[in-house]
């Protein structure tokens, strides 16, 4: 089976814009316009992308036809797309007004509206200081401890958001197994104000319950005082009866759903800490950007949809054109935690090769999702975008005013945002080349020998996602954004992109690996090679 059926000649299509160049494209009057789309707060403009009108509508008829209204709908009205843990997928609904809560959740809205209001008193109360420490103080800072999605989403909240955190509580994340990082933590860290939050929707990830067993340590042997856990964590989880025999009081436990995914979390009671950081109105507006960019996907015909239309050009680019990655640069110091959180929502939702029904697929799935702050990026990985054979596709993003008072700095980082992109459109011939060089004044010897050296490929496509400022409303409507084309393509490619049993093999491993530590004639699948580091690490 083929992903592009044959009789939609989409495949055929791509193999024939391998080869023409984006920049003829514009020949086409109202290109621009045409290859533009504005959704909550966003301007999407994909104009740079390798694509024609024509092969765009046949991509849209080909979703169409592979059920992609009914797939969205099934989302949003809570059937179980989750098959293999038979789970439905509702971040949606976290983010929407009670009545569509109802409406979707029936008797469980209620439970969700009073999570919802437990978490904004959570937030007052510690902001008043009418919630205090054990020794009666005031906090001062949070330390939120939790791994991948119950990490990444407070991570980007906390420094997309920075100017706008406003409660004088300093919030702090701790995700890694690394005794470095939790020295590193308690280094600016005082038990006495400290809030803990832990956050483990199953409450068995090794990781974060090692953190948090060490943090628990040294807050009792500080405080000397065993109800402090009691009076100083909260936990978010759906294993309740685990964070209570942790030490927990029952009423410091906040639930989270088996219908909200970890990397889809952030909406639920798991963006406590970001919400103690910026406080309730700004997490209130960070859920609305992301409701009007759902209504935006549920509502808008696919020609002028954002999520659809992004997906599709993903998949155009990925296994149409055949290109392997996705680089994300945001031209924002604040969204410098972006591309590692989309890492996380794209490659571990799809990074799949069998179909939900467990066959093979023949096509492939997620790109490779890299990324950083631009323009550090420019004087790094982006000389392979420039002038390796690898094309690889690019979504930038920046905002029209900065958030600093330095609009110089904000100038040069947009005109290098809008620099670049052009600058991977356009590349530069060998005839470009040395028409320059001559015009230097160098010497035929010498255009010779460098002008091969000064070509550029050119003819990498690219989205430009803009915004007036980057607010909590925008990076709501981001993060949703991302998160509708990520189901969009994994509707698609058919695979199920809410499992992540990926992670698995290697926890259970890494099981043997700490049994053979503790002793050597345990039975084990390890090779020869780890057996080796194994007895290199005992024998340290
Ligand atoms: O990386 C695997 C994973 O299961 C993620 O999906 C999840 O977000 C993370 O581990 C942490 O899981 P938990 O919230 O249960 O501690």
């Given at each position: 089976m083929e992903l592009f059926n044959k009789k939609t000649n989409i495949s055929k299509n791509a193999e024939l814009a391998k080869?023409?160049?984006?920049?003829?494209?514009?020949?086409?009057?109202?290109r621009v316009d045409e290859f533009s789309v504005n959704a909550a707060d966003l301007y999407l403009d994909y104009s740079k992308q390798n694509i024609t009108t024509s092969e765009l509508e046949s991509l849209i008829t080909w979703a169409k036809s592979n059920g992609l209204s009914q797939k969205i709908n099934a989302m949003f009205s809570g059937e179980q797309i989750n098959n293999t843990e038979q789970?439905?997928?509702?971040?949606t609904v976290l983010r929407a007004p009670q009545h569509v809560k109802e409406a979707v959740l029936g008797k469980e809205a209620k439970q969700v509206q009073q999570t919802e209001q437990r978490m904004a008193q959570i937030v007052d109360d510690v902001q008043q200081g009418k919630l205090l420490s054990s020794t009666g103080k005031k906090f001062t800072d949070v330390l939120a401890i939790g791994i991948g999605g119950s990490y990444y989403g407070i991570k980007v909240g906390l420094s997309a958001l920075h100017p706008y955190h406003n409660t004088g509580l300093k919030v702090h994340v701790l995700a890694n197994v690394d005794g470095a990082a939790v020295t590193e933590k308690l280094e600016n860290l005082t038990a006495d104000t400290t809030l803990v939050v832990l956050i483990s929707k199953t409450f068995t990830t090794q990781e974060t319950l090692l953190n948090a067993k060490a943090i628990k340590q040294w807050m009792l042997a500080e405080?000397?005082?065993?109800g402090a856990i009691a009076k100083q964590w909260f936990a978010i989880s759906s294993n309740v009866e685990k964070a209570q025999a942790f030490g927990l009081d029952a009423s410091h436990v906040l639930p989270m759903w088996d219908w909200v995914g970890g990397r889809f979390?952030?909406?639920?009671?798991?963006g406590l800490p970001l919400a103690l950081a910026i406080g309730n109105e700004h997490f209130n507006e960070l859920k609305e950007g992301a409701y009007q960019m759902d209504q935006h996907f549920q509502e808008t015909d696919f020609s002028q949809n954002m999520p659809v239309l992004m997906a599709l050009i993903g998949m155009w680019n990925r296994n149409g054109l055949s290109y392997q990655s996705l680089a994300v640069l945001p031209y924002d110091h604040a969204l410098r935690a972006l591309p590692g959180y989309l890492q996380q929502t794209d490659m571990e939702s799809n990074g799949k090769s069998v179909s939900k029904q467990g066959e093979k697929l023949n096509w492939r799935t997620a790109p490779i999702v890299f990324g950083q702050e631009g323009t550090n990026g420019q004087h790094a990985f982006m000389q392979l975008m420039h002038q390796s054979d690898e094309i690889i596709p690019t979504d930038f993003i920046v905002a029209l005013k900065g958030t600093s008072s330095l609009d110089e700095h904000h100038k040069v980082l947009v005109a290098n945002c809008f620099a670049q992109s052009e600058a991977l459109m356009q590349g530069k011939t060998l005839v470009q080349a040395e028409k320059e060089l001559a015009n230097n004044g160098l010497s035929q010897d010498e255009i010779t020998r460098l002008a091969a050296h000064k070509t550029m490929k050119g003819n990498t496509p690219s989205n430009t996602l803009l915004m007036q400022s980057l607010t909590p409303k925008c990076l709501g409507a981001i993060l949703a954004l991302y998160e509708h084309k990520i189901f969009v393509q994994g509707a698609l490619w058919k695979i199920?992109?809410?499992?992540?049993?990926?992670?698995e093999l290697g926890k259970h491993l890494s099981e043997q690996v700490l049994a053979l530590m503790a002793d050597s004639t345990v039975e084990h699948q390890m090779s020869p090679s780890s057996v080796k580091l194994i007895k290199a690490f005992v024998q340290k």
């Open positions: 080869k023409r160049s984006i920049l003829a494209l514009f020949d086409t009057p109202n789970r439905a997928v509702l971040h405080l000397q005082d065993d979390s952030l909406w639920s009671a798991v199920n992109s809410y499992d992540q049993w990926g992670v």
